[in-house]
């Protein structure tokens, strides 16, 4: 199977879960929606098979110890077919986490053994307008990204219509190279959290640390 790769690297998983967790990312490349915020370059692009992929992420000095997550995310991941990466990894004894926009929950391959689904409601606002898009949705953890009063209602629509079908929920401020911007996200998410109180706050550790 050919797979286009952004870029393979080893670092610390920065939000959610699973931060501070040292963790192999397969940025795969392209997505569905072109969200204002995404600091990933989708021209950069690469061309490589399950195996070379698995051959790479073994290099790191991760692939050495019992505790090997690798995180599979984009883009969107869900785009290109998953099964034969996930599969591979898995036999090498590797813990595959999957992060996806939710828009194509079908192409989740079974058996994987973390599913993060960070929606985008700015991208696609119409999407989210149909109840069934929410039955879709299900995994290990929720992340939301907070940037306005319309994301805290879509945040909570998430909650009330697919509760039941993450056991992890994180609200994360919208990341902005406008200080003042990213001050206000900030404050209206620790706010949103304090009167919601069944969400975590999730930040990007990588960027506060300065984590390549």
């Known amino acids: 199977m050919l797979y286009a790769v952004t870029e393979i690297f080893y ?83 590797w813990f595959v986490a999957i992060e996806t926009n939710g828009t194509h929950m079908d192409q989740i391959p079974v058996g994987v053994d973390w599913v993060t689904v960070s929606p985008k409601l700015p991208a696609q606002p119409a999407l989210w307008e149909d109840s069934k898009m929410y039955a879709h949705l299900r995994g290990n953890e929720m992340k939301v990204v907070l940037d306005c009063a319309e994301g805290e209602a879509f945040a909570l629509a998430l909650r009330r219509k697919c509760g039941n079908n993450f056991q992890h929920w994180y609200a994360q401020p919208c990341a902005s190279s406008n200080a003042a911007w990213a001050q206000t996200c900030m404050e209206r998410t620790i706010k949103f959290i304090k009167e919601n109180p069944s969400w975590r706050l999730s930040l990007q550790t990588h960027k506060l640390a300065n984590i390549a």
């Open 11 to 93: 670092s610390l998983q920065g939000e959610g879960y699973w931060t501070g967790r040292p963790a192999a990312f397969v940025r795969l490349a392209g997505c569905n929606l072109k969200c204002s915020w995404c600091d990933t370059d989708h021209s950069k692009r690469e061309v490589a098979t399950e195996v070379n992929i698995l051959h790479d992420v073994s290099h790191f000095a991760l692939a050495h110890t019992r505790d090997k997550l690798v995180v599979i995310t984009g883009g969107e991941p869900t785009l290109q077919r998953l099964t034969p990466l996930v599969s591979i990894l898995q036999e090498r004894g």
